[in-house]
């Protein structure tokens, strides 16, 4: 019965941290972005966001992952014959890498905040995907256990990398022509209110 317990808080600790894991990539995106504001707009945006990643960082994400962590300790503690299971090595491993994303994501705040960030908003939104498809991998293995289809879920790996790449490209594209459309009808503005004086 405890077992039940620890399994459903480990599920909720998940649902918290994986809010946090998809909610800090967004904020990323709009905290490089609003470098192409211009001033005052720009300082106040990265105040913003700034404070917007440390709270998410330190309040959501952190006790997310540790409780997630702690549930899943309790339930080996409980079961401790699934230590012995494949799928449990496959998904503590997987799990181990979403653990040095998470760390990693903290590491890119204070790179933010120290002004040392290198990485385009594009890039970004590439990275924004990372949790996405170890959400989708380490759900697969907790599910189907040992007979997880490995082909299955290779494959449906590979569409989702091909499927984000492919929107990502889309959308800078989208973004490069609006942003070539709105300096076009910003000169033309110019141009109508010079020859108006
Ligand atoms: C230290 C890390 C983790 C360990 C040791 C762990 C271990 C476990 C164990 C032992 C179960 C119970 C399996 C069963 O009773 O059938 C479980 C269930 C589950 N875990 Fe994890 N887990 C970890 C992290 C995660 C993460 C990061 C996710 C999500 C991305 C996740 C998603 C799930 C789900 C959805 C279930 C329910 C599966 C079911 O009942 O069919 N776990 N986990």
New binding site residues.
């Given amino acids: 019965m405890n077992?039940l317990w620890f399994?459903a808080f480990?599920?909720v600790g998940?649902v918290a941290?994986?809010a946090g894991l998809f909610y800090i990539g967004r904020l990323f995106v709009y905290h490089r972005e609003a470098n192409e504001q211009p001033e005052p707009a720009r300082t106040i945006l990265q105040q913003q966001y700034q404070l917007m990643e440390k709270r998410l960082y330190k309040i959501i994400m952190t006790p997310g992952m540790v409780f997630?962590?702690i549930m899943?300790?309790a339930?080996?503690i409980t079961?401790p014959e699934?230590l012995k299971e494949p799928w449990?090595h496959a998904?503590?491993g997987l799990?181990a890498l979403?653990v040095g994303y998470h760390h990693y994501c903290g590491r890119l705040i204070k790179q933010m905040e120290q002004g040392k960030f290198t990485w385009g908003s594009q890039q970004l939104r590439g990275l924004n995907e990372v949790p996405t498809i170890?959400?989708v991998v380490?759900?697969l293995l907790?599910?189907f256990?040992n007979q997880l289809p490995t082909d299955i879920t290779a494959w449906a790996v590979l569409g989702m990398i091909v499927a984000f790449a492919a929107i990502i490209q889309l959308y800078a594209r989208k973004r490069r022509l609006d942003q070539e459309k709105q300096a076009a009808l910003n000169t033309d503005v110019s141009k109508m209110e010079g020859s108006a004086s």
């Fill in positions: 077992y399994k480990h599920i998940v941290w994986f997630t962590v899943a300790i339930m080996l079961a699934l449990l998904k503590l799990v979403l170890f959400l380490i759900v907790a599910v256990k």
